[in-house]
Structures are given as C-alpha cells and as structure tokens.
C-alpha cells in the first residue's frame, strides 16, 4: 500500500512540474542584407526575413549624414530617438514598407519588440573612388561603406525580454558624386 501511495504522489509531482511555454527568440539575420531610407530627419537600417515573417530595424533620428562621413560614431540606443525594432508579422513584409511616410496598415504586427538600451556603433569608410570624364570634365564619385553593429542590446514586449551582447547588423554602401 505505501509503494502505490509513492507511486500516485510521484505520479502528482511529475504532472504537476510545468515549466511554461519556453519562447527562445534568437535575431538571426545574417545572410540578410541591410537595406535603408533616409529622410530630412532619420535614418532607417532594416532586414526583412519574409521566411520567417520578421524583421529587424534601426532608425536613427538625426540631420547628420553618417553615410558620406568617414568616422566611427557611437550612438545610445533607446526607445524614443535611437530605436530598434524587432518585429514579427501575420504575412509578408512588402518592399516599401519601412520607405513608407505613413505606416502600412498591413502586414499586421504580431510581436514588436522595441530597444530600451544598447550602443549603435556606425563605422564608415571610403572603400572605392571612381573617376569619370576626362580633362576639365572629369568627375569624382567616392563609394562610402558604412557598417553596423549593435552592443549589449536589450528589446523588450509585453513580459518578454531579449538581451544581445553583440549583433552584427550588416552595412550599406552609398555613392556620393
């Protein structure tokens, strides 16, 4: 009798042990590349990863271009000026999406996790020069790369949080003529 009552109050233990919904959230976008848009007053990196319906962004508020100035800037990440986002969404992302003034109604976001702190660090260099015309009309273009990375990231949305020491964002390359 006392080896079936250990075995129903083992039986109850076990089933009574739950350790939740564990929701592993892990931001791989590496093989993605970094696109942007620029306005008067921000700048927006993103990857969308429309396998998986999600994507990542950094819009940087700011009348600086970072894009045509050799330098590395590092820049505090927050959830007012300096933003990432991390977001998942109910279908495809569509191309103009984050280009667009007024934010599309569709897709529907599902999560949006958005940036409390962390560091944006924006190094950019000149890594080609064409020249163009000959003589008096020649031109001078510089190909600028600047490339991103993000440190000691902290999103959070609703009662989740998602800490990364270390994202390697990607970068972007501009022509100024």
Not at 65 to 88: G, H, K, M
Request: aromatic share 12%; proline share 3%.
């Amino acid at each position: 009798m006392r080896y079936f009552f250990l075995f129903i109050l083992f039986g109850i233990c076990l089933n009574s042990c739950d350790d939740g919904d564990i929701i592993v959230t892990t931001l791989d976008f590496d093989a993605i590349n970094t696109q942007y848009c620029q306005t008067t007053s921000s700048l927006v990196f993103f990857k969308v990863n429309n396998i998986n319906r999600e994507s990542l962004s950094l819009k940087i508020q700011s009348q600086v271009n970072f894009l045509t100035t050799e330098d590395t800037i590092d820049l505090p990440i927050d959830a007012i000026s300096n933003v990432v986002n991390y977001r998942t969404y109910d279908a495809e992302v569509p191309q103009g999406y984050f280009c667009s003034s007024v934010p599309p109604s569709f897709p529907q976001i599902k999560k949006d996790f958005i940036s409390t702190q962390g560091i944006a660090v924006l190094s950019t260099q000149i890594i080609d020069t064409l020249i163009t015309g000959i003589g008096i009309e020649e031109d001078t273009s510089y190909v600028f790369r600047t490339s991103i990375v993000l440190n000691n990231l902290t999103l959070e949305a609703q009662n989740e949080t998602v800490t990364q020491e270390l994202i390697e964002f990607g970068f972007v390359d501009f022509t100024q003529e």
